[in-house]
């Protein structure tokens, strides 16, 4: 039995777009078509399936001036900022580029009786389910080397960008990516997890919150099917009394405040050595105070609202009881504000880790700035959370920022930047972060299976 999936537009609460959910039998069907055709895409030289699916990425590029306002419409980010397509870009030319080289056989020896090797080999049918914050690069970071490795890839997207995987599919078909090799399916969460018991996939990706993932490797237990999960964060700045003032502050809070907040990566706390805490928080709430507020297709618009009104209702709850529990907000309520999905980016101070704001994924535009005295204390603040995705450092000491990131419980460790993901590096984390990793050439690794050959020449 199908169902109704609609797609809110934060802008004003109207229904964007609206889609049928595919049946069990579809569903399954969709399963199927995957992998029988999977066999013949994985046999076809590496090279042509990376031009393909470059082409369909140069495809993507060619909608670009459709798709900014789509997404304004669908998740609130502003027109001014350009869309996607330069990290979609850039994640999958990286893939493409170190392909060859890490899809290589790992040679063992070889002598005048055995040769030995180990070879890559495509996982089979792949599941994507991809989030709405950043809907295309999230979703190009898997389906490109999953692709290019000679897997099929069925793509489910979220709700809230429910036209992203469709304009995928369509660009990677026009190129010449199979149309079975590369599906957009629209699926419940039983039938996904009932395809995922049954085995229908061979790998699943998932990027979302804690409890999605929970989901996803509840539905594979048993099952032995890799479930790779990325699932947010409430990642830490540290600005050590070395760092330059006015670039920790320029970074860490267009990291904490830049798509809304919405960013599994964006700064969600950060600690301010005493010795420049009273400057880093001037000059972070003039920063927020200079951001106009609004309707996301206005080219003079810098913060939209967030995604969904539910999302900025987390956000306020977070932000009121830390106030109540004595928490100090810097930021006046904007005129724009609505109550609703148009939310007041805010910075608080007299946080304490007791507070949810300073625990809980926010995923919005709000930030705690605490004041510490020591590396010591910072580690220790940052290690205090059950998160682990990235941790932003900043100092002129690169030895000092080595010594101090060895010691934090993160994926990734930033020196002098934040918000970013390199996909020479493998994007990864830790604790509830999740497991797994994607990009690099670890991300390919994690798209397919070892396969040994242990060959010998001669029985006499």
Known sequence: MSRSLKC????????????????????????????????????????ERIDLVMAGVAAVGAMNDEIVPELAQMMGRPVRYGGEFGGFNERASHMAKIAEEALADIKAGEDENFLRYIKRIPHGVVLVVAPWNYPY???????????????????????????????????????????????????????????????????????????????????????????????????????MEDADLDAAVDTLIDGAMFNSGQCCCGIERIYVHESLYDAFLEKAVAIVNGYKLGNPL??????????????????????????????VAHVKTFAEDDGGAYLTPQILTNVTHDMRVMREESFGPVVGIMKVSSDEDA???????????????????????????????????????????????????????????????????????????HLKKATS
Request: proline residues 3%; hydrophobic residues 40%; glycine residues 10%.
């Open 379 to 453: 580690i220790r603040l940052m290690n205090d959370s059950d998160f682990g995705l990235t941790a932003s450092l900043w100092t002129r000491d690169i030895d000092r920022a080595v010594r101090v990131g060895d010691r934090i419980e993160t994926g990734t460790v930033f020196m002098n930047r934040a918000d970013y993901l390199d996909p020479g590096l493998c994007w990864t984390g830790c604790k509830d972060t999740g497991r797994g990793g994607g990009l690099s050439v670890i991300g390919y690794h994690n798209l397919t299976r070892p396969k040994s050959y």
């Open 298 to 327: 206005d080219a003079e618009t810098t913060i939209g609202p967030m995604a969904n009104v539910r999302f900025a209702d987390e956000v306020r709850a977070q932000i009121a009881e830390a106030v109540e529990a004595g928490a």
């Open 137 to 239: 690069m999230t979703a190009i970071n898997t389906v490109a080397p999953a692709l290019i490795a000679g897997n099929a890839v069925l793509l489910k997207h979220a709700t809230q960008t429910l036209l992203v995987g469709e304009r995928m599919a369509s660009a990677f078909h026009s190129a010449g990516v199979p149309e079975d090799v590369f599906q957009n399916v629209y699926l419940d969460h039983d039938t996904t997890s009932e395809l995922i018991r049954e085995r229908a996939f061979d790998f699943v990706n998932f990027t979302g919150s804690v409890g999605g993932g929970k989901a996803m490797e509840k539905a594979a237990a048993g099952t032995f099917t890799g479930v790779g999960t990325e699932l947010g964060g409430k990642d830490p700045g540290y600005v």
């Open 8 to 47: 809110i537009s934060p802008i004003d609460g109207s229904v964007f777009a609206e889609r049928e959910t595919l049946s069990h039998e579809e569903a399954f069907e969709a399963a199927g078509k995957a992998r029988a055709a999977q066999v013949a895409w994985s046999q076809r030289p590496l090279q």
